[in-house]
Nanobody, 128 residues
Framework: QVQLVESGGGLVQAGGSLRLSCAASTRTFSSLVMGWFRQAPGKEREFAAAISRYGGNAYYADSVQGRFTISRDDAKNTVYLQMKSLKPEDTAVYYC?????????????????????WGQGTQVTVSS
């Protein structure tokens, strides 16, 4: 069982930055693929970013590519999402996800994360 707790959400103006954190309670954190999803009001939960075991590789949704950076600190059992140049359309609840998964293509990694462990989410609101 893996428990995930997100933090770092809040209200920010368009163009601003935020860093989300997700702390995992597991002894096997370094073996997990980690990711971030988001869900805006009235919309389905969508993939945002994923990072491989040990942090060597990452995938991003087209909508956040070049603005968001996912990273991990295995010594702290924590994954981060650094968000820059935020837009009002980035407003959503952001969820951390974890999975015991092979690092394959973006679609399969996203699918594996959806079937894995989830945090409770943290709200990000970007004002125009």
């Amino acid at each position: 069982q893996v428990q995930l707790v997100e933090s770092g959400g809040g209200l920010v103006q368009a163009g601003g930055s935020l860093r989300l954190s997700c702390a995992a309670s597991t002894r096997t954190f370094s073996s997990l693929v980690m990711g971030w999803f988001r869900q805006a009001p009235g919309k389905e939960r969508e993939f945002a970013a994923a990072i491989s075991r040990y942090g060597g590789n990452a995938y991003y949704a087209d909508s956040v590519q070049g603005r968001f950076t996912i990273s991990r600190d295995d010594a702290k059992n924590t994954v981060y999402l650094q968000m820059k140049s935020l837009k009002p359309e980035d407003t959503a609840v952001y969820y951390c996800a974890a999975a015991n998964s092979l690092w394959t293509n973006k679609v399969d990694v996203s699918t594996s994360l959806r079937s894995g462990y989830w945090g409770q989410g943290t709200q990000v609101t970007v004002s125009s």
